[in-house]
């Protein structure tokens, strides 16, 4: 591990000196990821990308990449856009980024099952907002929105996100 990793434990994330409470998926963790299983992958997964509302929030990072009101995830395992950000009109099943509540303002994304993705293991393992404390997700990491500032803030090309 290096100082710029960020590493599940069972009190939250320990990153940057701290630790953050965090939710995880409903499923728990998993070394057998599925789609739609509800679980968070254990594994060491790369921060690939960080997208945000910029009707919502500022730029929280000068590599963060704005959320346009057609941007969606794949999460169709037949598709071959498994997995990848696409665009509106889109005839597969997918996540709308652009969400009415504020979840998605702020999105990091993983290298889970990206950039080629094996159909069925799992698709958007994002860190994102929580809905509250104690509020599991599909599968993906969240935060309380000012925690998950603070994280986008601090991460390095070299921060990893290790979920055992």
Not at 2 to 25: E, K, N
Not at 73 to 79: G, M
Request: glycine share 10%; net charge positive.
């Amino acid at each position: 591990m290096t100082p710029d990793d960020m590493v599940v434990t069972p009190l939250g994330v320990r990153f940057a000196g701290q630790v953050f409470p965090c939710s995880i998926g409903k499923g728990g963790i998993t070394s057998n990821k599925r789609e739609g299983d509800g679980a968070t992958p254990r594994g060491i997964h790369k921060i690939v990308g960080m997208l945000y509302r910029p009707d919502r929030i500022k730029c929280p990072n000068a590599k963060a990449v704005q959320i346009g009101p057609r941007d969606l995830w794949s999460d169709d395992a037949k598709d071959k856009h498994y997995n990848q950000l696409v665009g509106a009109p889109y005839l597969h099943s997918h996540e709308r980024l652009r969400r009415a509540d504020p979840l998605y303002d702020l999105i990091l994304v993983t290298d889970w099952n990206w950039p080629h993705a094996t159909p069925g293991k799992g698709s958007a393992i994002f860190i994102h907002q929580w809905r509250r404390a104690g509020y599991p997700t599909e599968g993906c990491i969240a935060f309380r929105r000012d925690h998950l500032h603070q994280i986008a803030a601090r991460i390095t090309p070299q921060t990893r996100l290790i979920v055992r």
